[in-house]
């Protein structure tokens, strides 16, 4: 059973940092394009960085370039969080895109990932 499975949420002061993880089963991470995304109620989920399977090309989405940083191997991708801000509160999900694509140098398309795990709660508040 193909399974990703996000840990390392929680609740951190402004400032603080956390480090997200995503653990994979079922598949080969290395074959895949890997991404994080996250959403607060009432809006769309977004992209917020991405690794391309191919050349290790890396993306960040503005509000985190600086801040977060994105990492994998052969079974985890990771998100390291830090000076996190109460803009960051949201779900944190983990996704993989079997076609390779989806991550590039300016930006995350979102529809080639085509799995996903349940997500995880991060709030940032003091």
């Known amino acids: 059973q193909e399974q990703l499975v996000e840990s390392g949420g929680g609740l951190v002061q402004p400032g603080g940092s956390l480090r997200l993880s995503c653990a994979v089963s079922?598949?080969?991470?290395?074959?895949?394009?890997v991404g994080w995304f996250r959403q607060v109620p009432g809006k769309a989920r977004e992209g917020v960085s991405c690794?391309?399977?191919?050349?290790?090309t890396t993306y960040y989405a503005t509000s985190v370039k600086g801040r977060f940083t994105i990492s994998r191997d052969n079974a985890k991708m990771y998100l390291q969080m830090n000076n996190l801000k109460p803009e960051d509160t949201a779900v944190y999900y983990c996704?993989?895109?079997?076609?390779?694509?989806?991550?590039?140098?300016?930006?995350?398309?979102?529809?080639?990932?085509?799995?996903w795990g349940q997500g995880t709660q991060v709030s940032v508040s003091s």
């Open positions: 079922g598949f080969e991470l290395a074959y895949y394009t």
């Open positions: 690794i391309n399977r191919g050349d290790g």
């Open positions: 996704a993989a895109a079997d076609s390779g694509y989806g991550c590039y140098s300016h930006g995350i398309t979102q529809v080639e990932y085509d799995k």
